[in-house]
């Protein structure tokens, strides 16, 4: 079957766009998370919208599963392949297509990394928003998919609220544009539908102004109690800075055996809160900031951009730092209401006290996300076990706070398990009914996002009898 | 069949709640736009989420259509009754059930009216942002319905900026929650999606701290071109006003006669421009402000609140005022780019020339959102053809300019006409193959948006054989 569509696919396509040699294929077995891997059946390389939707119809006609794939750096398995399907690779479509400045929007194909398209527009004055710690690799397709978050999210916005159209395949090969005019939304249910609902093939992104100032403080904090408290003062006081990013001893102590970003020693947490605006605006709240930092034993302002990038360094490189201190870990990605960091985060210092397993926090404090990283021995028998105990207790308690168990790495096959603790079945139904309306032969990125993904045809409709329904 | 209908809600419904009398039938009969009316088969006034399902289950069970109403001030025919259908009236879930200052959100009925949620939460120093001229009566189901927007959101958004999570009825009769976590944002799609997609029954908004400090400047230009530029001047700097709003002289003439706004004499154009944020930024950037509307013959700053109601009330009455000099006119809502407005505006004008009809301007300038108002005098004959006339080809003035045909109030019946002039058919079947998930027996608020709903099963899938689809 996928001989015959690698055939296909050769007549058409440029020599080089299509790689079934089984070494070549393993380069593609996971995304950045690496615990689930398939190699896939067949990688084509399309340029062209022309060129996704006919693979797309090709699979289609035969019954064969695709998934696109951009970058590979997502961080849910939202891109693992099918062993048995097609995977469809966006890098060779890189190219900024146009650039409207007057109208502060850019057209991007979806292999654009997303950093070139801040540094195509910088000169002017502009830069593309939403800034995952993934940026400097990370596609614009794949951050629709996802519709990714960064430390810069708390003020601006997540890639939903930077995408303006999108240039589609549909599941059933058909090329058609959504934007957010009249009729419905489609653009806000496409993106972040990881995948699952078509192909992005062409990118309308928002340019935002790069302000006019923009402050960066490093507060040492005794503990994360007087960091979080710090939080709810500045986020009270109606301040919304560009971001606060919180990390606890762990953390530091990773990120300092990395990258030697200087870190104030002994701090039990830090903050990095940046502010940005104009700058009367920033220079009057960033006294408000560093004056509700209270318990801070330590303030540094930075001096210059230079001296910002050494304190971004830090937090931005905690994750892959973390393999300083462990052999292993699990990245975790939960949100709680802000109201209920305090409680969350103390009971999560219990979990990792009663099973004594290691966990790193680093967060987005201002929204509540956060990334515990759960640090395990992968050569230890059951470690890996006890460590993805914790780690789901800790989804756990992220929902009963009224949280949700993912703020900016999906669902993707790592988390559809939890979904129906967040959504009740009708919920969740209801979202199949539009996966079924665009892909009724479940082909599109199947067995991601939801737990069981019905037959097209088996959603209950009127569920009659149920508590809602005794009224008539 | 509707009286059968009339009678098994009776039975179960509280007393005064099912109207069926021809007469007080006719108060439904349209909304805001008064060209379309229909007199509702029978009216319903359901108290709970579970009345609400309970009334859609008994409608689907006999393939009765059915249509929400909110407040009813709707400009595009959205709420337009069908006189072979049930009319769900929301005015008795008019509750504010929960406001929590924390997280800054609070959750209403659907009936609850705009103003009322600001009026509720102003004393702590929060209120609703998205402000519809109709705030005052509107309702907030209705401005999910038609994802309203406002003066003031330019800067904050519109209503689906600010709905966190919407419990509705789904067309099937489930009462399920969307909400923008994991998987699919359906919550993007329903808002707007003018109640095609279920009747929203419980919905969480966000709540915006008040700012610290407001200024509002009237300024007074000789034409509308001047204050054009001004407008660009003000945006290219970099500054995102609370609101600017424009009107011209013949807006301005009813407006005064009207309301005695006190706009100075002999304006060709006058601009609202309000900033709003931190007191230093707002200070700082008002200046700014003043020195751009060089060609400005009058600047007012209002002293204070009163003052500032005052400028306020010229604007928010223009649509009505225009009744003033003129016995019946059509209002528009098309949007342009912001970079084409002074061309758009030019070429409205000629069109008025031309026909020899009248139009008067009022518009969101900042975010190229115009509302002209097309008179005439219905007791002339071909009047009101010649009016629609010049109104469709402002319309197309907007799609060729790369705008759209609605930026507030929606599409409805009024304006399914104009969607196939921005959406290829591909687009339009998409949109349909949602319609047909939700919906497919096609009784949820059936006749709107779409101009041909298609039979669900009826839209093709894979356009085998079109352009894009030559390449296998």
Not at 67 to 82: E, Q
Not at 131 to 155: F, R, W, Y
Not at 290 to 311: K, M, S
Not at 365 to 379: S, T, Y
Request: charged content about 20%.
């Amino acid at each position: 079957m996928l001989q015959g569509l690698a055939e296909q696919f050769r007549s058409v396509l440029r020599p080089g766009s299509v790689i079934d040699d089984p070494v070549r294929l393993r380069t593609y077995e996971c995304d950045g998370l690496t615990v689930h891997r398939a190699s896939p059946g067949l990688v084509v390389l399309p340029e062209s919208a022309e060129e996704v939707a006919a693979v797309v119809r090709a699979c289609v006609a035969r019954g064969v599963p695709y998934v696109a794939r951009g970058s590979g750096t997502g961080l849910s398995g939202g891109a693992l392949p099918r062993t048995d399907g097609v995977l469809i690779v966006t890098s060779r479509m890189r190219r900024i297509l146009e650039i409207d400045l007057d109208d502060q929007r850019a057209v991007v194909e979806p292999g654009v990394i997303n950093l070139d398209v801040s540094k195509a527009v910088r000169p002017d004055g502009y830069h593309y928003a939403p800034d995952p710690s993934s940026q400097q690799i990370c596609s614009i397709g794949g951050n629709v998919a996802e519709n990714s978050g960064g430390a810069h999210c708390l003020k601006y916005g997540f890639t939903a609220n930077h995408v303006l159209a999108c240039e589609i395949v549909t599941p059933d090969g058909d090329i058609v544009t959504l934007d957010d005019g009249p009729g419905y939304d489609l653009l806000g249910a496409f993106v972040g539908a990881e995948g699952t609902l078509g192909i992005a093939t062409k990118i309308t992104v928002r340019l935002t102004r790069t302000p006019q100032a923009v402050q960066t403080l490093l507060a040492a904090f005794p503990s994360i109690e007087t960091a979080g408290a710090a939080v709810s003062a500045i986020i009270g006081a109606g301040i919304v800075p560009a971001a606060i990013e919180m990390m606890d001893a762990l953390a530091i102590e990773a990120a300092e055996s990395a990258v030697a970003c200087g870190y104030p020693a002994g701090a039990g947490a830090v903050l990095i809160v940046e502010l940005d605006g104009p700058e009367a605006e920033v220079a009057h709240q960033f006294a408000q900031v560093e004056a509700l930092c209270t318990e801070a034993f330590e303030q540094r302002v930075a001096r210059d951009d230079a001296d910002r990038a050494l304190i971004w360094k830090g937090r931005k490189s905690a994750f892959a730092a973390v393999g300083r201190i462990s052999p292993a870990y699990i990245v975790q990605d939960g949100v709680v209401p802000r109201t209920a960091l305090p409680d969350v985060l103390a009971a999560i210092d219990r979990l990792s006290q009663e099973s004594g397993v290691r966990v790193a926090n680093v967060f987005h404090a201002g929204d509540g996300n956060l990334h515990p990283l759960v640090l395990f021995d992968d050569a230890e028998p059951g470690a890996e076990d006890r460590a993805e105990t914790v780690s789901g207790a800790i989804l756990d308690l992220c929902i009963s706070s009224g949280g949700s168990i993912t703020g900016e790495h999906g669902v993707g096959v790592d988390k559809a398990k939890y979904m129906p603790r967040m959504f009740t079945e009708a919920d969740l139904d209801t979202m199949q009914l539009v996966r079924c309306a665009f892909d009724p032969p479940n082909l599109c990125n199947p067995g991601k996002v939801f737990p069981t993904p019905r037959l097209c045809g088996e959603i209950p409709r009127v569920r009659r009898g149920e508590p809602e329904g005794e009224l008539f």
